[in-house]
């Protein structure tokens, strides 16, 4: 946990499109490699004021990504205190040191980075405090320049000085409500100083002989089980991997369960979520039978929000502790907001809300919303085996899914497994694709009925450790489409 912490404080700088402590947090952990997993909820809720009566006078049909109504209170450092209480070894001012050191003196841009961040040059123009900042000349660093957050590693300074304390009813949150109420937001120090993650108890189900565990709603983990389900129904290992047939039916099975998805999936705590349901094998062949191998289907687009940009890690140490860790802004840069006297960049999981009210997942006072962060754990017979995740907003469902195919039905190693071509059917019910996907397939998909769109960048990331308990050897992996690596020593 020090090391997962340590390491995503470092990201929240280094890597600011993808995450920061403005952002959300979740965790699945395994003590000492058990298969106890232990989850941890770490997403921000609405302001206590935020009703759909009062969007609804104000004219707000939807919550647009740059205004503050998308900012929820973020759960990253309430969740690195509690996780650092319980399961680490060192103080979280000792953990913050390289992050503060790296936003204060300086780090390189690296090249996924510089990449994220030229495409997000015009949300970052519209807040002045964010351009101040993220546009040194008005222009995105390039690769290999170094960049400075010094506003940003005061507020680290006092964090590890004063606790989580200092950011949810000191003079951060002071800074960041006041600027956030000056943009019209019904944010409160009340409503900072309430904060509060929570353990949860994961979910799962099996696959091959394993058990695959992800945090329950408000997150979206559950659509990552209903979809490894659907897919153990219908013979995937029959096909080549990147056969027309085998994409086709997991784009088909996708869009089934990201219908469930954004139909039921919410905050637990206020809405009925039928997660049993969903999880279970009869709803999964059900689910399957709807699937014609002759035609695209499609399902209805989804109002969705689309976003791409997290950070996920995972950590096994020597006592075989294993940690599935995710920390994130939401959309790149977040909501491109910043408060001027903190440098905290804040995310826009808001987004995530409907204003529908009769919708499980409209926004309500003290709500949290469908979130696409999931952390992955397997485990066989009684112990933990790899923490796994893959990055990219609301691929992450289709991510877990594809990584998990790729390893059991088709027998890749875990690199393979992460580096093989991906797609995801968008929201408006096109497919994108990543340039490894031949134009033989995507013809073949075509003639299919699937509407195909060359990604406009790599899709996603992913990591994963397995534990070899019997040979006690870790093999890690890293996906070649972010700027990580796969460390050990």
């Given at each position: 946990m020090d090391a997962a912490?340590?390491?995503?404080?470092?990201?929240?700088?280094?890597?600011?499109?993808?995450?920061?402590i403005?952002?959300?947090?979740?965790?699945?952990?395994?003590?000492?490699?058990s298969?106890r997993?232990?989850g941890?909820n770490?997403?921000?809720r609405?302001?206590?004021a935020?009703?759909t009566?009062?969007?609804?006078?104000?004219?707000?049909d939807?919550?647009?990504r740059?205004t503050?109504h998308?900012?929820?209170?973020?759960?990253?450092i309430?969740?690195?205190v509690q996780?650092?209480?319980?399961?680490?070894?060192?103080?979280?001012?000792?953990?913050?040191?390289?992050?503060?050191d790296?936003?204060?003196?300086?780090?390189?841009?690296h090249?996924r980075?510089a990449?994220?961040w030229?495409l997000?040059?015009?949300i970052?123009?519209k807040d002045?405090?964010?351009?101040g900042?993220?546009l040194p000349?008005?222009?995105?660093p390039?690769?290999?320049?170094?960049?400075?957050?010094?506003?940003?590693?005061?507020?680290?300074?006092?964090?590890?000085?004063?606790?989580?304390?200092?950011?949810?009813?000191?003079?951060v949150a002071?800074?960041?409500?006041a600027?956030?109420?000056?943009?019209?937001?019904?944010h409160t120090?009340?409503?900072?100083?309430?904060?509060?993650?929570e353990y949860?108890?994961?979910?799962?189900?099996d696959?091959h002989?394993?058990q695959?565990?992800?945090c329950p709603?408000?997150?979206?983990?559950?659509?990552?089980l209903e979809?490894?389900n659907?897919l153990?129904?219908?013979?995937?290992?029959?096909?080549?991997?990147?056969?027309?047939?085998?994409l086709?039916l997991?784009?088909?099975?996708?869009?089934?369960?990201?219908a469930d998805?954004d139909?039921?999936?919410?905050?637990?705590a206020?809405s009925?979520v039928?997660v049993?349901?969903?999880?279970?094998?009869?709803?999964?062949?059900r689910?399957?039978a709807?699937?014609?191998?002759?035609?695209?289907?499609k399902a209805p687009?989804s109002?969705?929000?689309?976003?791409?940009d997290t950070?996920?890690?995972?950590?096994?140490?020597?006592?075989?502790n294993?940690?599935s860790?995710i920390?994130?802004?939401f959309?790149?840069?977040?909501?491109g907001?910043?408060?001027?006297?903190?440098?905290?960049l804040l995310?826009?999981r808001?987004?995530g809300?409907?204003?529908?009210?009769?919708?499980?997942?409209?926004?309500?006072p003290g709500?949290?919303?469908l979130h696409t962060?999931i952390p992955?754990?397997?485990?066989?017979?009684?112990?933990?085996?790899?923490?796994f995740?893959v990055?990219g907003g609301?691929f992450?469902?289709?991510g877990?899914?594809?990584f998990?195919?790729n390893?059991f039905?088709?027998g890749m190693?875990?690199?393979?497994?992460?580096?093989?071509?991906?797609?995801?059917?968008?929201?408006n019910?096109?497919?994108?694709v990543?340039?490894?996907?031949s134009?033989?397939?995507?013809?073949g998909?075509?003639?299919?009925?699937h509407?195909?769109?060359?990604a406009e960048k790599?899709?996603?990331?992913g990591q994963?450790i397995?534990i070899?308990?019997?040979q006690?050897?870790?093999?890690?992996?890293?996906?070649?489409?972010?700027?990580?690596?796969?460390l050990?020593?």
């Amino acid at each position: 946990m020090d090391a997962a912490i340590a390491a995503c404080a470092v990201q929240c700088v280094v890597e600011p499109q993808s995450t920061g402590i403005g952002g959300d947090c979740f965790a699945l952990i395994a003590p000492e490699g058990s298969d106890r997993i232990v989850g941890f909820n770490g997403s921000g809720r609405a302001p206590a004021a935020a009703t759909t009566e009062w969007y609804a006078d104000q004219g707000i049909d939807e919550i647009q990504r740059q205004t503050p109504h998308a900012v929820t209170v973020p759960g990253a450092i309430d969740a690195w205190v509690q996780l650092i209480s319980d399961y680490g070894t060192r103080s979280l001012g000792d953990l913050l040191q390289p992050a503060i050191d790296f936003a204060r003196n300086g780090y390189p841009v690296h090249a996924r980075v510089a990449l994220d961040w030229n495409l997000n040059v015009d949300i970052l123009a519209k807040d002045a405090s964010t351009a101040g900042i993220f546009l040194p000349g008005s222009k995105a660093p390039t690769v290999g320049s170094v960049h400075r957050q010094p506003e940003l590693a005061n507020t680290l300074e006092q964090i590890a000085n004063g606790g989580r304390d200092t950011f949810y009813t000191g003079p951060v949150a002071e800074d960041i409500v006041a600027y956030l109420q000056g943009l019209g937001g019904l944010h409160t120090l009340e409503d900072f100083a309430g904060a509060k993650g929570e353990y949860v108890d994961p979910i799962e189900t099996d696959y091959h002989g394993y058990q695959v565990f992800e945090c329950p709603p408000n997150g979206q983990g559950v659509t990552a089980l209903e979809l490894v389900n659907i897919l153990s129904t219908l013979g995937l290992d029959t096909h080549e991997p990147l056969s027309v047939e085998r994409l086709h039916l997991q784009i088909e099975a996708a869009r089934l369960a990201y219908a469930d998805r954004d139909a039921v999936l919410a905050d637990p705590a206020q809405s009925q979520v039928p997660v049993k349901q969903l999880l279970s094998m009869e709803h999964a062949r059900r689910r399957a039978a709807e699937i014609r191998s002759d035609v695209a289907v499609k399902a209805p687009p989804s109002a969705f929000p689309a976003h791409r940009d997290t950070v996920y890690l995972c950590v096994v140490d020597r006592d075989r502790n294993a940690v599935s860790f995710i920390n994130s802004l939401f959309n790149g840069f977040g909501s491109g907001l910043m408060s001027p006297g903190t440098g905290v960049l804040l995310h826009n999981r808001g987004c995530g809300f409907v204003l529908d009210p009769v919708h499980p997942n409209c926004i309500a006072p003290g709500k949290r919303p469908l979130h696409t962060l999931i952390p992955g754990m397997l485990a066989k017979e009684g112990r933990a085996v790899m923490p796994f995740g893959v990055m990219g907003g609301q691929f992450q469902a289709m991510g877990h899914a594809h990584f998990l195919t790729n390893l059991f039905e088709f027998g890749m190693d875990l690199q393979e497994a992460i580096d093989l071509p991906r797609f995801f059917p968008t929201q408006n019910g096109t497919v994108d694709v990543e340039s490894g996907i031949s134009r033989t397939v995507v013809e073949g998909l075509e003639r299919l009925g699937h509407e195909i769109v060359s990604a406009e960048k790599p899709i996603g990331g992913g990591q994963a450790i397995f534990i070899d308990w019997q040979q006690g050897v870790l093999t890690g992996a890293s996906d070649p489409r972010k700027d990580g690596l796969a460390l050990g020593y």
